[in-house]
């Protein structure tokens, strides 16, 4: 365990090292913004600090990033700042799209709660029992998520794929 004296500039710079790229892909599934997923990146890495957590193992660790990083992604959707500004994207004068891949803006266009678990039993490659321990989730509501988020990507995909 750490001690207060412990969490110096290598401690985070190790643990931002190990789990930057995690929340980020996390960050961006929830959110389209750079700003925006800046923000919470570093929200994320500053609970960290403020916490100071004990971590059994870096499973334990790894979970407790995911968790904390949906959670603050969430919260950051339901905000009144968010819920009240316009997206730079929106305006007119803007001529650079972000370049994503197909399923990636499918898996985006998701309800959050199919997103993290497509993330992290995809991506991660955790189990439905692990997810359901993580999230807190009855692991059978984790294996429903995850069948009908299948559909929908399946479907969106296919629709997409008729459009064209």
């Not at 650079?96 to 991660?124: C, G, Q, R, T, W």
Request: net charge negative; charged share 30%.
């Amino acid at each position: 365990m750490y001690t207060i004296s412990q969490y110096d500039s290598d401690y985070f710079y190790e643990k931002i090292e190990t789990h930057g790229n995690t929340v980020y892909k996390i960050c961006r599934l929830y959110l389209r913004e750079n700003a925006d997923i800046e923000d919470v990146f570093q929200k994320v890495f500053l609970k960290l600090i403020e916490k100071k957590p004990y971590f059994k193992n870096q499973e334990h660790e790894h979970a407790w990033f995911i968790k904390v990083t949906a959670n603050t992604c969430k919260d950051f959707l339901k905000s009144f700042w968010n819920k009240n500004t316009v997206s730079i994207n929106d305006l007119d004068y803007v001529t650079e799209d972000i370049e994503l891949s197909e399923v990636f803006e499918a898996v985006f266009s998701l309800e959050p709660k199919y997103k993290i678990v497509i993330y992290m039993y995809y991506y991660e490659g955790y189990s439905t029992s692990e997810i359901s321990n993580i999230l807190k989730v009855n692991e059978a509501t984790i294996r429903t998520r995850l069948k009908r988020a299948r559909e929908k990507l399946k479907n969106k995909l296919e629709r997409d794929e008729f459009y064209e």
